[in-house]
């Protein structure tokens, strides 16, 4: 048996330029951004469709079901936190119903300038949505 456990990885400061983009529309959800975690050198970037939650209601910070899946499969894999980055199609997690396509389209030009800086040596889609939007059109 393992001796997994989560925990919560540094998060990737959201670039200043970048910290009130509104284009996606979920700026409305009173949610900050979330560019980012684990390693941002790795050489290895896991894209999911949102960052999920990392507080609780009042604040606290814990590790998510989002979280705690890639985490266990690193772990299980042999790799380590300094392997990974973790970054998403939206940037902000949805808490009531708005514009998929449309959000998802928006937020892409993020994904485009992270891979143009992190230039990372695997990357892996997690999931339907980041398969389906990441595939969508041709990348950077």
């Given at each position: 048996?393992?001796?997994?456990?989560?925990?919560?990885?540094?998060?990737?400061?959201?670039?200043?330029?970048?910290?009130?983009?509104?284009?996606?529309?979920?700026?409305?959800?009173?949610?900050?951004?979330?560019?980012?975690?684990?390693?941002?050198?790795?050489?290895?970037?896991?894209?999911?469709?949102?960052?999920?939650?990392?507080?609780?209601?009042?604040?606290?910070?814990?590790?998510?079901?989002?979280?705690?899946t890639?985490?266990?499969?690193?772990?299980?894999?042999?790799?380590?936190m300094?392997?990974?980055?973790i970054?998403?199609?939206?940037?902000?997690?949805?808490?009531?119903?708005?514009?998929?396509?449309?959000?998802?389209?928006?937020?892409?030009?993020?994904?485009?300038?992270?891979?143009?800086?992190?230039?990372?040596?695997?990357?892996?889609?997690?999931?339907?949505?980041?398969?389906?939007?990441?595939?969508?059109?041709?990348?950077?």
């Amino acid at each position: 048996m393992s001796d997994f456990c989560p925990v919560i990885w540094p998060e990737e400061p959201t670039p200043g330029d970048q910290k009130a983009c509104r284009d996606c529309g979920l700026y409305k959800h009173g949610r900050r951004m979330v560019w980012g975690e684990g390693n941002p050198e790795a050489p290895i970037l896991v894209l999911l469709d949102n960052p999920g939650a990392r507080e609780d209601r009042d604040g606290n910070p814990f590790v998510c079901g989002t979280r705690q899946t890639p985490q266990q499969a690193a772990d299980q894999a042999g790799l380590f936190m300094d392997n990974i980055y973790i970054t998403y199609i939206l940037k902000r997690k949805p808490f009531r119903a708005y514009d998929k396509d449309h959000a998802r389209n928006a937020c892409m030009m993020h994904l485009d300038q992270q891979l143009l800086a992190k230039k990372p040596s695997l990357l892996v889609c997690l999931g339907n949505v980041a398969v389906q939007s990441f595939f969508s059109k041709p990348r950077c």
